[in-house]
Structure formats: C-alpha cells, structure tokens
Nanobody, 124 residues
Framework: QVQLVESGGGLVQAGGSLRLSCAAS????????MGWFRQAPEKEREFVAAISWSGGRTYYTDSVKGRFTISRDNAKNTVYLQMNSLKPEDTADYYC?????????????????WGQGTQVTVSS
C-alpha cells in the first residue's frame, strides 16, 4: 500500500505561484508513475501532469504547459508540482496519484493510489 499526502495549497492572486508536494509513505514510489489531477467545484476530475518513475518523461495537459512543472525526488519519496502564472481557472482541489503504468498517463484508471487532495484558490 502507498499512502499519499498532498500539501502546499492555499490562496494566491492571479499571476502568482505555488508549489505542491506529495509525500508518499508505506512503500517506495521509485517504480511508480506519478500524476497530478484536479477537480473544480461541480466539475469532473481532470488530468494535470504526470511523470515517469525515473523522471525522464513528463506529460502535461495543454492548459498548464509552460506554466506548471512536475518533478520528483525518489530519495525523498516525494513528487512536486510547481505552478507559476496561476489563473483563476486553476482553482481546484489538487490530487496526486501513483500508478504502475510504464509511461505517464492522463487516465485516472491507470492510477492505483490517491491522496486526499489540497485546495488551491486563485483570486482575480
């Protein structure tokens, strides 16, 4: 079992930055693809970014390309999401997830473990 705990969310003005962290415990995530998803009020959960187990491959949804960066530190069993140039439409609960897929995937069903989420609010 892998337990995931997100942190780093908060309230920020448009144009600002936040860095989310996802700390894993229970098992090393070194062999897991890691992803970030988000869910805004009354909307479906959507894919944000994913990173391969080695960190060598990343994948982003179009709306965050050039603004968000996913990274990982396997020694610390932690994944990060650096979010710059934040927009009000980025407001959502952000979730990290771990999956055994071999390449970064945007599909929620490819992920086996999920955190409880951290809230991000971007004011205009």
């Amino acid at each position: 079992q892998v337990q995931l705990v997100e942190s780093g969310g908060g309230l920020v003005q448009a144009g600002g930055s936040l860095r989310l962290s996802c700390a894993a415990s229970g098992r090393t995530i070194s062999f897991y693809t890691m992803g970030w998803f988000r869910q805004a009020p009354e909307k479906e959960r959507e894919f944000v970014a994913a990173i391969s187990w080695s960190g060598g491959r990343t994948y982003y949804t179009d709306s965050v390309k050039g603004r968000f960066t996913i990274s990982r530190d396997n020694a610390k069993n932690t994944v990060y999401l650096q979010m710059n140039s934040l927009k009000p439409e980025d407001t959502a609960d952000y979730y990290c997830a771990a999956g055994r897929v071999t390449i970064p995937s945007p599909r929620p069903r490819d992920y086996d473990y999920w955190g409880q989420g951290t809230q991000v609010t971007v004011s205009s």
